[in-house]
């Protein structure tokens, strides 16, 4: 009876995220999943768990996991590498700033001799972007991170990524809805709007000008079976909505 009134309850904003991370690896066949971030991790799982069956999964070291958490297999670190640079990962990073090519910057704010604010660093964002798919996840959605310009590229963009045979950005999510890059020039496009979000509010949140169909959808629904998934085996202790509120 719990879960029966439990998945009556409609979808939480964060439930949505949930769905639309997970919709990016719809599709991609037997390649690593790399979420970086709660509401990834969940998505990542819950893809495995119906749409993805092929979708490996690791703990973020050496082991292949299954949803569940068992281990399924082993990764030596040299076949790791050539999973990572041969096209063979999606990874879903986070984003301090991103700019309407899919630049994104996780190291500094400001100029790069003198920032005004100093961040992880740009770690393995370049190999990541240029050597195989790579989207984002993005919390709160701000016009300081969704920028003009980036002040340091880290994730390489498409105006920059000529020649790079894997480089592929399928879709940013954000707090407020799902972008991608299906633009003749590649640049930021507005695929679909979470439920209770206006277009007015994401342009007053952007800090350049989206493309806008004419019809924007809105981001799918989770199904009976996947809201079940995710809200009692998945994260049955809700902590989804630490990174996105109701």
Same mark, same amino acid.
């Given at each position: 009876?719990?879960?029966?009134?439990?998945?009556?309850?409609?979808?939480t904003?964060?439930?949505?995220?949930?769905i639309? +991370?997970?919709?990016?690896w719809?599709?991609? @066949?037997?390649?690593?999943a790399?979420?970086?971030g709660?509401?990834?991790?969940?998505?990542?799982?819950?893809?495995r768990? *119906?749409?993805?069956?092929?979708?490996?999964?690791?703990d973020?070291?050496?082991?292949?996991?299954r949803?569940?958490?068992?281990?399924?297999?082993?990764?030596? $670190?040299?076949?790791?590498?050539?999973?990572?640079?041969? @096209? /063979?990962?999606?990874v879903?990073?986070g984003?301090? %700033?991103?700019? /309407?090519?899919?630049?994104?910057?996780?190291?500094c704010?400001g100029?790069?001799?003198?920032?005004?604010? %100093?961040?992880?660093?740009?770690?393995?964002?370049?190999?990541?972007?240029?050597?195989?798919?790579t989207?984002?996840w993005?919390? /709160?959605?701000?016009?300081?991170?969704?920028?003009?310009?980036? =002040?340091?590229? +880290?994730?390489? @963009? $498409? =105006?920059?990524?000529? @020649?790079?045979?894997?480089?592929?950005?399928p879709?940013?999510?954000?707090?407020?809805?799902?972008?991608?890059?299906? *633009?003749p020039d590649?640049?930021?496009?507005?695929?679909?709007l979470?439920?209770?979000?206006?277009?007015q %509010?994401?342009?007053?949140?952007?800090?350049?000008?989206? *493309?806008?169909p004419d019809?924007?959808?809105?981001t799918?629904?989770?199904?009976?079976?996947?809201?079940h998934?995710?809200?009692?085996?998945?994260?049955?202790g809700? *902590? /989804?909505?630490?990174?996105?509120?109701?």
């Amino acid at each position: 009876m719990t879960g029966t009134r439990v998945a009556l309850l409609p979808p939480t904003r964060a439930e949505y995220c949930v769905i639309a +991370c997970a919709e990016a690896w719809r599709g991609n @066949g037997e390649v690593l999943a790399g979420p970086m971030g709660l509401i990834p991790a969940v998505g990542a799982r819950l893809a495995r768990l *119906t749409f993805a069956p092929d979708l490996l999964l690791t703990d973020g070291e050496a082991l292949l996991v299954r949803p569940d958490g068992t281990t399924e297999g082993w990764v030596p $670190y040299r076949k790791h590498l050539a999973l990572v640079t041969g @096209g /063979r990962r999606h990874v879903m990073m986070g984003a301090s %700033q991103i700019d /309407r090519f899919g630049n994104q910057n996780i190291s500094c704010i400001g100029d790069w001799e003198r920032p005004k604010r %100093q961040l992880l660093g740009v770690r393995g964002a370049p190999v990541n972007t240029l050597n195989n798919p790579t989207s984002y996840w993005v919390p /709160r959605h701000a016009r300081r991170v969704f920028v003009e310009r980036v =002040d340091m590229v +880290c994730g390489v @963009g $498409y =105006d920059h990524a000529d @020649g790079a045979r894997h480089h592929r950005i399928p879709r940013v999510v954000s707090n407020l809805g799902v972008f991608d890059f299906a *633009t003749p020039d590649h640049s930021m496009r507005l695929a679909s709007l979470h439920p209770g979000v206006t277009l007015q %509010q994401v342009r007053e949140a952007t800090s350049f000008e989206l *493309t806008v169909p004419d019809e924007v959808p809105a981001t799918r629904e989770p199904t009976p079976e996947e809201l079940h998934l995710i809200r009692e085996v998945i994260d049955p202790g809700n *902590t /989804r909505a630490r990174e996105v509120g109701s």
